[in-house]
């Protein structure tokens, strides 16, 4: 089963404003988007937030130049505004989303056996709707891969950001003895 049979993939271009402009739409842009799910929204985009396609909760966003991953919005990122160069897939009745940005993931090399451009390679629409996904399990099966596949996003997640918190407060213990040393 071809990617587009179960899902619509659009490409978001909004148009630029010629004029600066004081955004009040949340943008997910190219760089908002990180791995293991991390997110971060900003408002300071410079287009048209009436020419940008919105977030829905279930879909899959995937950078359409050197893409290593995919960003799957929940609650948390409904309505936001889609930036220059981000792939949204959006999952059919047919198939649950988290499976399907599960399968996205497992799969993101394969979509880069179709890419254009010279400098930076960019995904081309044609190779997201020709990727293979291969048969359906059941959706109950689906639903159990695709949330296993969440929960190990946020474990890990959760792990950086522990490690983050460690670093940080090791670094202060140490500046800390630096200090008394120097007395």
């Known amino acids: 089963m071809k990617l587009c049979e179960v899902a619509e993939i659009l490409f978001s271009f909004p ?20 791995a293991e799910n991390e997110i971060s929204g900003s408002k300071s ?14 879909d899959i966003i995937i950078k359409r130049i050197q893409p290593l991953y995919v960003n799957y919005i929940d609650n948390n990122y409904v309505g936001y505004k889609v930036g220059q ?5 959006r999952a059919k009745s047919e198939i649950e989303p988290k499976y399907l940005a ?3 993931e497992k799969n ?19 190779g997201f709707a020709k990727l293979e ?10 639903c159990r891969i695709g949330e296993v596949w969440w929960l190990l ?5 959760k792990q950086q ?11 202060k213990i140490l500046a800390q003895k630096a200090n008394e040393w120097r007395r």
């Open 85 to 89: 160069n981000l792939a949204i897939i």
């Open 153 to 157: 996003k946020e474990k890990r997640k």
């Open 108 to 126: 993101i090399d394969k979509i880069y056996e179709d890419i254009t451009g010279t400098t930076i390679p960019a995904i081309r629409k044609e």
């Open 45 to 58: 985009a410079n287009w048209l937030p009436e020419s940008a396609p919105t977030t829905h909760e279930g």
């Open 133 to 142: 996904i291969g048969a359906l399990p059941a959706r109950e099966v689906q």
């Open 15 to 34: 148009e630029k404003s010629i004029a600066e402009m004081h955004n009040t739409a949340n943008w997910l842009t190219s760089v908002c988007l990180k």
């Open 161 to 171: 950001s522990l490690m983050r918190q460690e670093a940080n407060y090791i670094k």
């Open 102 to 104: 599960y399968v996205l």
